[in-house]
C-alpha cells in the first residue's frame, strides 16, 4: 500500500543537539511538506518543497532546514537554532499544481521533546 | 490574508445526537475546501473535501459538509455521533496566493461525545 513515512515516532534532543526527522513516500508524490503542530496553534507550515532539488521556506522556517535530494524522501533537521523545538510535526505529500489536487496524505507524525 | 478560522475549540454532542463543526474561510477566487480528523499521537487523515459541484459533500464515516459562498462557511455535520468520532478535527483552504497546492489550515476543534 501507498503511504508515508515518519520516523522516528518519538525523539528526544538534547540542547544544543542537531536532530533529523525522516519522511518517506512511495506515492510518487511531486510535493511534500513539514508542518509543526502545537496546542491550539493548528498546523504551522516549516518548509514545502514541489519538486525535487528545489524547496521554500514556509512560516516558520527559523531553525530548521531541508533538503530534497530525491522525490522519495523530504528530511528535516531541527537545528540547535531553534529554541522553542518541543512539538509535534507532521509530514505530508500531494501532487502538484495543474494536476487534479485532492488535499493532502499525511505521515503519522514525530514528537520531538527537548531534554 | 487568505484564512480559515474555527470558532469553536470544543464542541461537547451526546452520542445519537446531529453534531456540528463550524468552519469559515477567506480567500481570493474559487475555494477547495477539506475537513481531516487527528486522533491522538497520530497524523491526520482525510474525510472530504469541496472543490466545485455540488454544495453538499459527503465523505467518511457519515461525515458531510456544506459549502455556502454566501457565508464563506464549510460545516462539518453527522446526523448522529458516535462515541468513536471523538477526536481533532481541522478545516483547510488551498492558499490560492502562488502556484503551489500550500493548504491553511484552522487552528482545530476538539469533538467530544458523551455516551
Known amino acids: 500500500d501507498g503511504g508515508i513515512t515518519q520516523s522516528p515516532k518519538y525523539l528526544f534532543r538534547k540542547e544544543g543537539q542537531n536532530v533529523t526527522l525522516s519522511c518517506e513516500q512511495n506515492?510518487?508524490?511531486?510535493?511534500m511538506y513539514w508542518y509543526r503542530q502545537d496546542p491550539g496553534q493548528g498546523l504551522r507550515l516549516i518548509y514545502y518543497?514541489?519538486?525535487?532539488?528545489?524547496?521554500q521556506k514556509g512560516d516558520i522556517a527559523e531553525g530548521y532546514s531541508v533538503s530534497r535530494e530525491k522525490k522519495e524522501s523530504f528530511p528535516l533537521t531541527v537545528t540547535s537554532a531553534q529554541k522553542n523545538p518541543t512539538a509535534f510535526y507532521l509530514c505530508?505529500?500531494?501532487?502538484?499544481?495543474?494536476?487534479?489536487?485532492?488535499?493532502?496524505?499525511f505521515g503519522s507524525g514525530t514528537r520531538l521533546t527537548v531534554v | 490574508a487568505q484564512s480559515v478560522a474555527q470558532p469553536e475549540d470544543q464542541v461537547n454532542v451526546a452520542e445519537g445526537n446531529p453534531l456540528t463543526v463550524k468552519c469559515t474561510y477567506s480567500?481570493?477566487?474559487?475555494?477547495?475546501l477539506f475537513w481531516y480528523v487527528q486522533y491522538p499521537n497520530r497524523g491526520l487523515q482525510f474525510l472530504l473535501k469541496?472543490?466545485?459541484?455540488?454544495?453538499l459533500v459527503k465523505g467518511s464515516y457519515g461525515f458531510e459538509a456544506e459549502f455556502n459562498k454566501s457565508q464563506t462557511s464549510f460545516h462539518l455535520k453527522k446526523p448522529s455521533a458516535l462515541v468513536s468520532d471523538s477526536a481533532l478535527y481541522f478545516c483547510?483552504?488551498?492558499?490560492?496566493?502562488?502556484?503551489?497546492?500550500?493548504?491553511?489550515f484552522g487552528t482545530g476543534t476538539l469533538l467530544a461525545v458523551q455516551p
Open positions: 506515492l510518487n508524490h511531486d510535493a
Open positions: 483547510a483552504v488551498r492558499d490560492t496566493g502562488g502556484a503551489t497546492n500550500k493548504l491553511i
Open positions: 480567500v481570493s477566487g474559487n475555494p477547495y
Open positions: 469541496y472543490i466545485t459541484g455540488d454544495n
Open positions: 518543497s514541489q519538486i525535487v532539488n528545489d524547496f
Open positions: 505530508a505529500s500531494s501532487l502538484p499544481p495543474g494536476t487534479a489536487f485532492g488535499g493532502y496524505t
